[in-house]
């Protein structure tokens, strides 16, 4: 059994343990929320999109944030209204920019610590990431935000 079945085989367990479901789906992108993404998670489901060529890095990034969500960790419910709003905002509706900027840093917050676990999990499960690329890709997402 290679690395990637491994880890699939784990996030998968983790899934069915906690009744999150797990997808990976035949497309180049997943669109939620009218928003089209590589991966998504939130408190009943773990999607990636398992067509792009980076979907192991998006399946490793997502299952970290179940991992938030599991652990309940403070970050994951501050942001969860902070995505929220960025969200309803980026489809029209408006808010003070007060409101805003702390939707934005909480977003932030929440995806750095994400991907500071993302960089541990690839390590530890031994996966073939090419990690310098990796890191031009999560520093381009983070200052997306």
């Known amino acids: 059994m290679t690395n990637v079945q491994k880890f699939i085989g784990k ?3 983790d899934c069915q343990k906690h009744g999150i479901g797990f997808h990976l789906v035949p497309a180049k992108f997943i669109e939620t929320e009218g928003i089209k993404c590589s991966g998504w998670f939130d408190d009943t489901d773990l999607k990636v ?9 998006v399946l490793v990034h997502e299952s970290c944030h179940m ?5 309940k960790h403070p970050l994951w419910s501050k942001a969860d209204a ?3 709003t960025i969200e309803k905002w980026c489809a029209g509706t408006h ?3 007060e409101r805003l900027i702390q939707a934005f840093k909480d977003t932030i917050e929440l995806e750095w610590d994400c991907e500071k676990r993302t960089e541990k999990k690839l390590k ?9 690329r990796y890191g ?8 997306s935000y």
């Open 67 to 71: 991992d938030q969500f599991l652990e």
């Open 95 to 97: 808010y003070s920019q």
């Open 11 to 13: 996030v998968a367990a």
């Open 82 to 84: 902070g995505i929220t």
């Open 49 to 57: 999109a398992a067509l792009k060529k980076d979907w192991l890095d």
């Open 136 to 143: 031009r890709q999560v520093n381009s997402y983070l200052f």
């Open 124 to 132: 530890k499960f031994k996966l073939d990431i090419d990690m310098p």
